[in-house]
């Protein structure tokens, strides 16, 4: 076992054949093994990881009952092998029993003795201190000659710091601000290791001037990863290593592209999605802090709006700016901030009055659009934990399920349709809405989200949705949602490509019933 922490590299300038400048490629860290290929952290996963030519396979450690420490991500065994038990519960004996052939949880020492005599660099991932003290001894009592990193939580490195005095630290950084002299103190890192969607010029820069190597996660196509390199990051963790390899290489091929030109769609697109997931999950966890309907946590209403909603646009607005910091943005509390053809539109919460009252249904509302066009989307609903993301010509997910509404023939019939009222009361041609809809037997649902209710309709919960104004803080995000599920959105002309005008009235609708459901719908605000 060997734990000699690389020395920092900085980029430097290199040239292609015919002389343009260009950038050295950072080195390639595989993302449990190769989970795109085989099963994340198993034996065949770290072997492809290897073959493929990474020069760094990161895996995720934890320790059974009976203090074997073992390959897993999750605290528990059920995502991936179907126990709903905590691992750390589970005695090696059974754990050992679980899958099948080759994909089967392995041991940490298997996994040092698979890459025995390897060029690949295996970066432990530990974030249980117990886990890393395990882990800890079982490197060090190796007789492979595997060369080992760590990366994890602050105690969990501390513990292997202490274990291990001569061990190869990667600081997880999750935040925009760069790293000081202090930070660093403790664990003695010898790598900055940092969520794409945190990567800024003056991060790559400070950890430089620290001495530190620079590793970025979260890259999993060739557009951040080019964007990353021309930053000077060191190396780029990723899922996909053939993808973000031959990324690299076509740029070294045919030259870096220069860093003063404007990105292009696909290059900010990827970025803003990376930070938009990322943002996502970061207001799910404050939301879930702060009890629904506890005026002490903040969130019921003041004067001046809701102290949650406000706490939450600085904190979105903080992430964008630092990444794109020449993008305009448009948030619900705070108004206007100008910038350049994108711009950012936040609803921080969505469905306020329901927070303060205790009703586990709002949401946060992330929307970039380019000239106008929306490009990318995220809802997250706090209360399922549950992120819907869109992309422009990439469709939409939830989790890792994608969004795809078929257009087979549906009837109103036993359906559902959403809307919202117009500030408290219902707008123009509502009766004649529901009238029309119950004479169709179809239920009129109205919840108190705006965001959440047209975004059901590209999840498949429900055959439509309309609201008497469109705004592209409160309903953007929803609305690319349903155009990357194959919804569809419709004003009282017809149907739309990006968004409704602003203050108009639309609907959004499954496809085998948006024909039907827009007469409805139509039908009822002439009556207003």
Known sequence: MTTSPPAPVAQVRTSTPDGRPGVRPPRLVAHRGAPRVRRENTLPAVAVAEALGADVVEVDVRRTADGVAVLLHDETLGRMWGDARRVSDVDWCEVARLGNGLDRIPRLDDALERLDG????????????????????????????????????PEAMATVRAAVPDADVWLAWDSLDPPTAADLEALGPSTLDLHVAFLTPRTVEAAHALGLVVAVRGVDDAVPALWAARLGVDSVTTDDVPAVRAGLAAAERDGWPTPDREPSEAEVAARAQALAHRVAHEVIAYTREHPVGDGRAGTAPTADGPEVDRRIEQLVRARVRAAFPTHGFTGEEYGVAPGDRHRWYLDPVDGTTNLANGVPWTAMSLCLTRGGAPIVAVVADPWRGEVLEARRGRGAVLRDRALQLDDAPRPLAGAVVGTELDGHRPWPGFGAFLDALADRACALRVQGSGAMTVAQVAAGRGIGACVSAFDPVDHGAAVLLVHEAGGVVLTREGPVEGFPPAGQPFLVAHPGAADELHTVWTSALATA
């Open 118 to 153: 390897c060029r690949a660099t295996l970066l432990l991932d530990v974030r249980d201190p117990a886990a890393a003290l395990v882990a800890a001894r079982t490197v060090t009592t190796a007789s492979s000659t595997t060369v080992v990193a760590w990366r994890g939580a």
